[in-house]
């Protein structure tokens, strides 16, 4: 019978962990240290975790694991070539167009990011809870009217325009590969093209050697003083040194981000002080998709893909 770690998930769903034990004994860590998590990989079958760690070439040197299990779209935390060479399959949800129809926490969360960055909530919450009542100092805008540019139209970006246009917004966006969307929204040819003239910059993007950095100073320029940026994608899309200099000039309005570039060690990162020290920019800790509903669809659904492999 196989041994399954499971690290950094406090429980799993009792349908979904009933149905691993089936064919795995199940053993749940806290794993804190870089020697504790190469332990794990000499000492089970599977190693399921969300994204909780890095893995790297020198973490799987001398693994036995024969999966990684691993709910999410993204892999950028987990190195590949490292998993192919060592005959080790991982078991995600890239990709899985149908099942991820389903899955709309991300997108839920870009457009309250949005909102409590427009609406200055984050002071306003802790204006409340020093015992003040002055709301005068919270003036904020509307989204109605607005004009948002989506950069990145794959699922994730079709699912947040139909949500701004519920909003009143007007959508206009940037892929590089040609997508089927509603005849309402308007494509741009270049991503600088989509930057002109938007209040709202909702980056939606997967991250590789292509898209590292992209969002950078050349785009920031293009951009109008007063927009804000929100991106629920990876931090290192964005250029993050540009991007404080540009909220260091006044260049850009905000930033409210689900992601940054090399958490989760965040200890000393310079947006986390800027945040810390200004209202203008808002940063949750790679939340967007936990919510009981998305984490149960997509951890059954990589269990499914287990099972059928195991089984073979």
């Known amino acids: 019978m196989m041994h399954t770690i499971i690290s950094g998930i406090e429980k799993l769903a009792h349908q979904t962990e009933h149905k691993l034990s089936s064919v795995s004994t199940l053993s749940y860590e806290e794993i804190r ?21 890095k893995i790297s070439a020198d973490i799987l040197k001398d693994a036995r694991c024969k999966y990684i299990l691993c709910a999410a779209t993204g892999l950028d935390h987990i190195d590949v070539e490292a998993c192919e060479a060592r005959g080790i399959q991982i078991i995600s949800v890239k990709g899985e167009k149908e099942l991820l129809k389903e899955v709309r926490a991300t997108a839920e969360h870009t457009l309250g990011l949005v909102l409590a960055l427009i609406r200055k909530s984050k002071r306003a919450f802790q204006h409340v809870e020093n015992g003040e009542w002055n709301r005068y100092l919270f003036q904020g805008t509307e989204l109605y009217k607005k004009n948002v540019g ?10 947040v325009a139909d949500y701004y246009a519920v909003f009143g917004m007007n959508v206009s966006y940037f892929d590089i590969e040609e997508q089927e969307v509603s005849s309402q929204f308007i494509k741009k040819s270049t991503m600088l093209e989509l930057c002109k003239n938007i209040d709202i910059l909702s980056i939606h993007l997967p991250y590789n050697s292509e898209t590292d950095g992209i969002v950078n100073a050349a785009v920031f320029k293009e951009l109008k003083s007063s927009v804000v940026i929100v991106n629920t994608a990876r931090g290192g899309v964005v250029d993050e040194k540009d991007l404080l200099n ?37 940063i949750t800790p790679h939340i967007a998709g936990n919510t009981f ?16 492999k195991v089984s073979k």
């Open 246 to 282: 540009c909220l260091l000039n006044k260049e850009i309005s905000g930033y409210a981000t689900d992601v940054l570039f090399g958490e989760p060690a965040i200890e000393n990162h310079p947006l986390v002080t800027y945040a810390s020290e200004n209202e203008n920019v808002i």
């Open 33 to 53: 240290s870089k020697e504790k998590l190469k332990e794990a990989f000499l000492n089970c079958d599977v190693f399921w975790f969300r994204l909780n760690h």
């Open 150 to 159: 989506i950069l990145g139209m794959g699922r994730l970006g079709k699912i």
């Open 293 to 308: 509903e998305s984490i149960e669809k997509t951890e059954a659904f990589v269990l499914h893909k287990l099972i059928e």
